[in-house]
T-cell receptor, first 117, second 108 residues
Framework: GAVVSQHPSRVICKSGTSVKIECRSL??????MFWYRQFPKKSLMLMAT?????????EQGVEKDKFLINHASLTLSTLTVTSAHPEDSSFYIC?????????????FGPGTRLTVT | TQLLEQSPQFLSIQEGENLTVYCNSS?????LQWYRQEPGEGPVLLVT?????EVKKLKRLTFQFGDARKDSSLHITAAQPGDTGLYLC????????FGSGTRLLVRP
């Protein structure tokens, strides 16, 4: 149980275009999902918290108009990278949160490799 | 802002050796989680520790949480090539704050 999928797994796009990445919790409902960015050989950096039915909460330094997040249902959150530039190339990972006792457990998707040419 | 430092940053060892990696926080953990991530995949949760001084074992992996709940260690006994990956500690409250990570390479 607690499986999270992402689509697409890899995407190449041209500068100036927009790309949408989907994150789905397959066998549970998640009121909260998270989006992370990871540079090569580095740790995960939290970009934003996605709450079902409300606006996303962005971490400091993350442009909300560039990284649009929509959490339309309890099983789906989307991240749209708008007007992509080569510096947006990265590994984007989502997670969905489950509360267990006093702590939360996050289940991660397999990630999406974005390359902007 | 909480800072989580992991050491070493990179570790390359021979199969069969033992190793320990460390995670230190600038503030007390809400609860601490350890993850392992393989290249091109998302992190996978290994363990959650909550109580200071807690020790948990997962096969050849031993996790220890410091008494003051500001540090933790992960010890691997008789490392295998399948242990290769990025090990991440994280402070787990409502959201996760990840440490800087330790990349482990176990050579056959």
């Amino acid at each position: 149980g607690a499986v999270v999928s992402q689509h697409p797994s890899r995407v190449i796009c041209k500068s100036g275009t927009s790309v949408k990445i989907e994150c789905r919790s397959l066998d549970f409902q998640a009121t909260t999902m998270f989006w992370y960015r990871q540079f090569p050989k580095k740790s995960l950096m939290l970009m934003a918290t996605s709450n079902e039915g409300s606006k996303a909460t962005y971490e400091q330094g993350v442009e909300k108009d560039k990284f649009l997040i929509n959490h339309a249902s309890l099983t789906l959150s989307t991240l749209t990278v708008t007007s992509a530039h080569p510096e947006d190339s990265s590994f984007y990972i989502c997670s969905a949160s489950l509360r267990r006792g006093f702590s939360y457990e996050q289940y991660f998707g397999p990630g999406t490799r974005l390359t902007v040419t | 802002t909480q800072l989580l430092e992991q050491s070493p940053q990179f570790l390359s060892i021979q199969e069969g050796e033992n190793l320990t990696v460390y995670c230190n926080s600038s503030s007390v953990f809400s609860s601490l989680q350890w993850y392992r991530q393989e290249p091109g995949e998302g992190p996978v949760l290994l363990v959650t520790v909550v109580t200071g001084g807690e020790v948990k074992k997962l096969k050849r992996l031993t996790f220890q949480f410091g008494d003051a709940r500001k540090d933790s260690s992960l010890h691997i006994t008789a490392a295998q090539p399948g242990d290769t990956g990025l090990y991440l500690c994280a402070d787990s409250s409502y959201k996760l704050i990840f440490g800087s990570g330790t990349r482990l390479l176990v050579r056959p």
